[in-house]
Every structure is written in C-alpha cells, then in structure tokens.
C-alpha cells in the first residue's frame, strides 16, 4: 500500500486536530512547527512571514517576520453590520489595518501576531461568528449568490449554503480548546445520514483524517453563475419549475489548482452528475464527501482534489458509488438555460419594495490610502445605517435591505471618501480578480493583487483607444498556479511561474463555463499589456458581432492565435 503523506500522520495522530498546537501557541517563539501550521489551518489560521523583508532578515541573521492569516467564514458571504465591523476592530487591533475580501465570500485579517491569535479568536467568537474550517482538509466556506433573498428563490440559495456549511461543520472540540477555553458554539447536532462504515463518535463525517484536501462547494441558479459552479468539488444548481424547486442539478470534480512543472495536474471543470429531489440534498452532498474521504488520493496532496478521482473513474461510476451510499438513484441531469453572469453592482431594487447596492472592491483589499478612504466610508455607512452586507464571489461588497432615502447617504459618503462605484471604473477594472499573492502567501512564486491594477490601468488607454470599453472582460490574475481567484475560467488570465514572469491564458468564457488555454509564458509583468493589446486588436477586428473576447479567442483557436505571432508591427504590415 503507497505510504501516506506527511499531513496525514499528522492529522492521524493529532487527536482530532489537537497534536502539539496548544503547547506552542504557549511558548515564547513567534511561530510554530510544521504539524501544528497544518493543523492550525482548520482553525482557519495559516502561518506567513512577509516575503518581502525575509532576504534582508536572513542576511541580517535573523528570524522571519512571522505573522498570522485568520479567515473566517461566512457561508454565502452573509454577516451583519455589526460582525463585519468586529473584523473592522480587530484589523487595528491586532491585523495590518486591512481587511481581505476573498474569492469565496469570506474575509481574511492579516499580519496577526501568535501571541495575539486567542484574543483574536475570542473576538470573532463573542460576535457569533468562527473561523473554523476556514482553511483545513474539510469544506470551506460555502457559496451561494449573495443578492438578497426578498424572492423565495435568492432565500433558498442562502439557506442551502447554511445547511450545509452546518452539516459539514467538523465537530471536534479542539477549536473551542484552543481558543474558546472549552466552550462549544451552539452547533446543530446534525447525525450522519451515509457514513456506511463503524459511525465515528467525534467527527462522523470527516473521520480521523478528515478529507485528503480541501474541499470547495457553490451554489448557482444558471441565470446567475456568480459563483463559478463549475469549479467547485460540488455545484449545485437548483431547478426551479414554474416557481417551484423541483430538485438540484449536480456537478462534481471541478477545481483550479495545478502546477507548472507537474503535467499530472491540471484545471477541471464540474461533471454533471444528475439530480437530486429537494429532500436527497443534503445526504447526497454528505454523500459524495465521504467518497472523497475513502477514494480521494491520501499518498500525493498535488493529486488528492476530488477533480482527480472522478478523472479516473468517469462520472458514471462516481455516480454509481453515491447511489449505492446513499441507498436512492439520482434522475439523469435536468437541461437548464444557458448560464449567465450577474456581479450585483450598482443600486438595485430588491423585489421587496427596499434596494441593495453593490459596491466594487479592488482585489477584495479594504484599505484606507492616500486615493480613498474605502474602509473608512464602510465603516462610517455599517455604523450609520446598520444593514446586513453580502461578501460577493467576485470579492466585491454589497450593502442590502436598504431604504430609498438610504442612497442619496451612501453616495455622499463615497464621494466624500472618494471611493469610486460601478460607474467611475472600466469594464476591465471591474471585472478584474487578483488573489492576495505576495507578500503573505507562502506559496506565491509572484505578485497579483499588486500587480493587477498597474496592468489594467495598462491596458485602459488601449481599450479606449479601440473602441472597447463597452465589452466586459474578466481578467483575473493568480501569484502561483494554485488559481485562488479562479483563473482558468477568466476569458483572460496571467498565473505566476516564477518572480515577476507570467503565464498568459486565453479562452475562457465569461460565464464561467469554459476552460482557457495557455497562450504564452514567461512574460514580464512589465511586458504583460504589450503581450495583450494584439490580441484586443485582431479580436476588435475580426469578431463577430457582440462576440465576447474569450468567444473569440476560443472560436479561433489557440494553436491559430498562437501561430499569427500577434504584435503591433505584424498587425501593421497585415493592415
Ligand atoms: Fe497564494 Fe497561489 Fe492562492 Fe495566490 S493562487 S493566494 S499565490 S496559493
């Protein structure tokens, strides 16, 4: 039998989550072992050092600047006016004075100090909030479209998203050890409905090992596919008949990551694997979980997303092995619309007599600078009006159950604080999605939230000079080939390969139904626009009408886009 890697046995013998952690939180040193930065991760807390000081320090003779990532969740992106300033408190406290915005609907605090990790924790407790199974080898923080549920089909998406995140929810003790001295949140005694092998009495889902890798689930109607459901382990689509739900439409074995140098890995996206009746949901998703948990690959942790079992064993007998746990047949997949996108910014009416607005937020970074005081005029809004917010997929804020008097407040706070809304930023801008990359990720090889607004403001001038800047582009831009902002769905993309050079991918669509396909590599950051701009060219001139830029270069083909060796002066001569 192929040995287990190292997270395993860590995991295996930590007690359900436990190990050393607490006795080196305990000490004096400024970080922890390996094992206990693996089994931290479940508590939604990664350990970092800052990249961009680590050279000096070494020359220096000195230790790393370590500090800490907390990420909480928030199923659907959901949380109160008051939850979200308690993030807003705790930056200052004991962050870097920003707050993060990711991809997935939850915030991320950096630069945490060990020492302060407990108060910080506690903090997020006492506000009704937790942090556990932010990060870890269990599902994260589930998405589901963040436009609020004034309709019984928008509440229906929130409250699926809450079911589950419940249900998955690992039920050991040691987060509340840890770092609520014992005391358990009120969590759902939710029994396991498919674990067909001896029950385990701590996590009954999960297991001692709980799964190989993380695990990711979203939750779409196809009109909407904000939250890019073919990238998930799960999607869920909901049908609705004539109002009525008559069941969810599943996929599974979507996912982002891979690596350059490993050809073993690769971006997938969802297998339509049938449906379910309303009732079957959540004992389907528990259902597919534990296949993951018994077949997904324990030996190498690049192989062991849920993407890869089903590469291997086809989607039929993924579904054959779910039927026989969860003891129902599923109906064959149920055909829905074409899939659309929507990123809820700008005002809109709710359905309920009352508004929301959809603020953009670059690259997810709440930050006060020397251009905007963007988290000043959020903090000043929560506390005027105290709405509930939604954390959008595209890291973007929305304001919801808001009054018509409410507007004309909110605009006169952004402008004050001149913060610019949906209409005072490109197309490209406000489509744009970075991950935060360098300097707090370990494993980013290059910058990307940096990066990306240097290239957009790049490449504005060019869409204006071509008459493009009423085409929506989604331009994503990763620090590794991991793909935390969702990358190999954009319709144009740069992935980090190594210190400041970039991969270039093309070809996705819009709506996150595609994959793109690798166009170029190694190019500078500083070269990424003059790379671009031929390609927006030769699309300017030889697309079909209304045809959307990853479209085109999909129609075209990669191989043919490649070939035409685009630059300016071969455009010119071609003219
Ligand atoms: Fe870090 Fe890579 Fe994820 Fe970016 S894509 S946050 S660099 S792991």
């Known amino acids: 039998m192929a040995k287990a890697n190292k997270v395993e046995s860590y995991k295996l013998e930590s007690n359900y989550l436990r190990g050393p952690v607490a006795e080196e939180l305990a000490s004096e040193t400024l970080n922890v072992s390996e094992e206990s930065y693996q089994l931290l991760k479940f508590s939604g807390l990664y350990q970092q050092d800052d990249r961009d000081q680590r050279k000096a320090l070494r020359e220096q003779g000195l230790d790393r600047a370590w500090s800490f990532m907390l990420r909480g969740k928030s199923s659907g992106g959901a949380l109160s006016a008051k939850q979200y300033l308690v993030y807003d408190e705790l930056a200052d406290l004991y962050g870097n004075g920003t707050l993060r ?24 407790h006492e506000a009704l909030l937790t942090s556990l199974g932010g990060c870890g080898d269990v599902s994260r923080n589930v998405m589901a479209c963040p436009a609020p549920e004034a309709s019984r089909k928008q509440a229906l998406l929130q409250d699926i998203a809450k079911d589950i995140d419940l249900h998955l929810m690992p039920r050991s003790g040691a987060y509340y050890e840890l770092w609520i001295d014992g005391e358990k949140q009120k969590v759902a005694d939710v029994p396991s409905t498919v674990y067909t092998q001896a029950v385990d009495e701590v996590e009954p889902i999960y297991g001692k090992t709980y799964l190989p890798r993380k695990f990711k689930i979203g939750i779409a109607f196809p009109e909407d596919n904000c939250v890019d459901v073919f990238t998930q ?6 049908v609705m008949l004539d109002d009525e739900l008559k069941g969810y439409n599943l996929l599974v074995g979507g996912g982002m990551g891979m690596s350059h140098t490993d050809k073993d890995t690769f971006p997938r996206l969802g297998d339509r694997l049938g449906m379910v009746e309303p009732q079957q949901l959540l004992a389907a998703v528990e259902g597919i979980v534990s ?22 064993w086809g989607v039929e007998r993924f579904k054959q092995e779910l039927e026989v746990r969860v003891g129902f047949k599923l109906s064959p997949w149920f055909e829905v619309g074409e ?17 929301y607005f959809g603020l953009p937020i670059e690259n997810g970074r709440i930050k006060d600078d020397e251009n905007q005081g963007l988290r000043s005029a959020i903090r000043e809004i929560l506390r005027a009006l105290g709405c509930e917010i939604r954390i959008s997929p595209q890291h973007n804020m929305l304001f919801i159950n808001l009054k018509a008097e409410d507007k004309d407040f909110i605009e006169a706070i952004l402008r004050n604080y001149r913060v610019k809304t949906r209409d005072e930023i490109s197309l490209a ?7 935060p990359a360098l300097p707090t990720c370990s494993l980013a090889v290059a910058d990307a939230e940096r990066a990306l607004p240097g290239v957009i403001e790049g490449l504005e001038p060019h869409l204006i000079s071509l008459g493009l800047t009423q085409d929506p582009i989604s331009i994503r831009m990763t620090g590794c080939p991991n793909g935390c902002a969702r990358p190999y769905t954009a319709e144009l993309a740069f992935v980090g390969q190594s210190l400041d050079l970039y991969k270039i991918y093309v070809g996705g669509s819009f709506e996150g139904t595609r994959l793109v396909s690798e166009y170029a590599e190694k190019v500078p950051r500083h070269a990424l626009v003059d790379r671009v701009v031929p390609l927006l060219r030769y699309w300017k001139d030889h697309r079909n009408p209304q045809e959307k830029f990853g479209d085109f270069c999909h129609r075209i083909g990669i191989d043919t886009l490649i070939t035409l060796n685009l630059n300016e002066s071969a455009l010119a001569l071609s003219l």
Not at 233 to 238: E, L, N, T
Not at 296 to 305: V, Y
Not at 429 to 435: F, L, P, T, W
Request: charged share 35%; hydrophobic share 30%; with cysteine.
């Open 101 to 124: 915005f990711t991809t997935r609907q939850a915030i991320q605090l950096h630069g945490i100090i060990k020492h302060d990790l407990k108060a910080t924790l506690q903090k997020i």
């Open 339 to 355: 899939f659309k996108l929507d990123d809820h910014l700008g005002w809109r009416e709710q359905g309920d007599g009352r508004y």
């Open 233 to 238: 382990d799960i999607g869920i689509v909901p």
């Open 291 to 312: 296949i993951q948990r018994d077949y997904g690959n324990r030996e190498n942790r690049k192989l062991s997303r849920m993407k890869y079992l089903l590469e291997d």
């Open 429 to 435: 801008r406000r489509y744009g999605m970075a991950c």
